[in-house]
């Protein structure tokens, strides 16, 4: 069983700047993706950035390349969200998860575990 725990989300004026981390524990696949989602309300959930765990391989949305910077602390077990140059839309609950591979795909049903989220919301 993996957990996944986000932490780092909060309030933030548009241009700013927060971090989300993602802490895994349990029985991690020892080839895995760790990938961040988010959900605005009335929205679907829709893909931020993946990254491979051995390779450190990346995949970004769009919509915030060049904002996002996602990694991962081997040793700590966590993946991390750099998010830059916020916008409103970028208000979401945002969420860990996980996935047994090689490849950082962007489609949910590709995950298996998930955390619980933690809201970022962005002030104009």
């Known amino acids: 069983q993996v957990s996944l725990v986000e932490s780092g989300g909060g309030l933030v004026q548009t241009g700013g700047s927060l971090r989300l981390t993602c802490s895994a524990s349990g029985r991690l696949p020892g080839t895995r993706v760790m990938a961040w989602f988010r959900q605005a309300t009335g929205k679907e959930r829709e893909f931020v950035a993946a990254i491979t765990w051995r390779m450190r391989n990346t995949n970004y949305a769009d919509s915030v390349k060049g904002r996002f910077t996602i990694s991962r602390d081997y040793l700590r077990d966590t993946v991390a969200l750099q998010m830059d140059s916020l916008r409103p839309e970028d208000t979401a609950v945002y969420y860990c998860?996980?996935?047994?591979?090689?490849?950082?795909?962007?489609?949910?049903?590709?995950?298996?575990?998930w955390g619980q989220g933690t809201q970022v919301t962005v002030s104009s």
């Open positions: 998860a996980l996935r047994e591979g090689t490849i950082p795909k962007s489609l949910a049903n590709e995950y298996m575990s």
